[in-house]
C-alpha cells in the first residue's frame, strides 16, 4: 500500500483541487454571460475560446479538481491505492467510489478511443458552420453548447488522468495517442479557418468600429485555438511519455505486447 501524504502535502493538493473546480465553475459562467456572450456573436476569436473553454479547459478543471467530491458522489475518506493499482476501499461506498472500482481490472483502451470519436465529431459539428451561425443568432444555444462539450470532455479527460477515486484507464500509449489526436484535431479546425479566404460563418456582421479586421480575428482565432489546445494535451503527451519511458518494463517490449493483444482481441477490446 502506497504511504500516506503528509497533512501539509494533502492540504495543499486539496487547496489546488479547490481552485481548479471553483476555476472551472467560474469560466463556465463568465462564457455563458455578457460581456463574453455578446462578443461572441462579433468575433470569431470569443467564439473560438467560448468553444476551447467549453470542450477543454472546462473539462480539465473540474477532472482534475475531482468535481464528485464537491458534489458529494465519492467518500470524504482518504482513498489509497495498492502497489498493484487497485483502490482501497474506504468504509461508506459513494456512486463514483463504485464507479471507480468497477472501472478496475478492466482494458480502458477501447474506451478511451470511442471517447475520441465523440470528441472529434463534438469538435466538427460545434465548429461547424451553421451550427455556428445558429450560435451567432440565438446566443442561448451556447447554453446546450456548453453541457454537450463539458460532458464529454469530462468522460475523456476521465481516461487521460487521475482523479481520485478514478484511476486513467488506458495504457500510457494510448493516453499519448489519445491526447494528440484530440490536439491535433483542434489544431486542424484552427488551420482551416485560417486559410480560408473568407470567413467561415456568416452570422458575424462586420461594422467600422469594431476591434479588429476579418482577418486579423481569424488569425487571433487560430493562434489562440493552437495555444489552449497545446496548453491543455502537450502536458499529458509528454508526463506519460516520460513516464512510459522511466517505466522499468522495456518500453519497445510493452508496445509489442500491448500491439500483439490488439490484435488478437481487436482494437476496441472485443473478441
Do not use: M, Y
Given at each position: 500500500m502506497n504511504s500516506p501524504e503528509s497533512?501539509?502535502?494533502?492540504?495543499?493538493?486539496?487547496?489546488?483541487?479547490?481552485?481548479?473546480?471553483?476555476?472551472?465553475?467560474?469560466?463556465?459562467?463568465?462564457?455563458?454571460?455578457?460581456?463574453?456572450?455578446?462578443w461572441t456573436t462579433q468575433y470569431e476569436f470569443a467564439q473560438a475560446v467560448q468553444f476551447c473553454l467549453f470542450a477543454v479547459v472546462v473539462p480539465y478543471l473540474f477532472v482534475a479538481g475531482g468535481l464528485w467530491r464537491w458534489l458529494g458522489l465519492t467518500s470524504n475518506e482518504p482513498l489509497e491505492f495498492n502497489d498493484d493499482g487497485s483502490l482501497v476501499a474506504p468504509r461508506h461506498?459513494?456512486?463514483?467510489?463504485?464507479?471507480?472500482?468497477?472501472?478496475?481490472?478492466?482494458?480502458?483502451?477501447?474506451?478511451?478511443?470511442?471517447?475520441?470519436?465523440?470528441?472529434?465529431?463534438?469538435?466538427?459539428?460545434?465548429?461547424?458552420?451553421?451550427?455556428?451561425?445558429?450560435?451567432?443568432?440565438?446566443?442561448?444555444?451556447?447554453?446546450?453548447?456548453?453541457?454537450?462539450?463539458?460532458g464529454g470532455g469530462v468522460f475523456l479527460w476521465l481516461e487521460l488522468v487521475d482523479s481520485a477515486p478514478f484511476r486513467a484507464g488506458a495504457p500510457r500509449p494510448y493516453r499519448i495517442g489519445v491526447a494528440a489526436v484530440a490536439m491535433w484535431t483542434v489544431w486542424v479546425i484552427a488551420y482551416l479557418m485560417a486559410m480560408a479566404q473568407n470567413t467561415w460563418y456568416r452570422g458575424f456582421v462586420r461594422v467600422d468600429h469594431q476591434l479588429l479586421s476579418r482577418v486579423a480575428d481569424q488569425q487571433v482565432t487560430t493562434g489562440l485555438m493552437w495555444f489552449i489546445a497545446a496548453a491543455a494535451f502537450l502536458p499529458v503527451v509528454f508526463v506519460n511519455l516520460y513516464r512510459w519511458l522511466q517505466s522499468e518494463e522495456d518500453p519497445d517490449e510493452e508496445l509489442y505486447h500491448l500491439v500483439r493483444k490488439d490484435r488478437t482481441r481487436g482494437f476496441f477490446g472485443t473478441n
Open positions: 497533512p501539509l502535502t494533502s492540504s495543499g493538493r486539496a487547496r489546488r483541487r479547490n481552485i481548479q473546480v471553483v476555476g472551472g465553475a467560474a469560466l463556465w459562467v463568465v462564457a455563458l454571460v455578457p460581456p463574453v456572450l455578446s461506498l459513494r456512486a463514483a467510489d463504485r464507479w471507480a472500482r468497477s472501472k478496475l481490472g478492466k482494458d480502458g483502451h477501447g474506451r478511451a478511443v470511442s471517447l475520441l470519436i465523440l470528441f472529434v465529431a463534438q469538435c466538427i459539428l460545434w465548429r461547424s458552420a451553421p451550427v455556428v451561425d445558429a450560435l451567432i443568432r440565438h446566443p442561448w444555444l451556447s447554453s446546450v453548447e456548453s453541457l454537450a462539450l463539458i
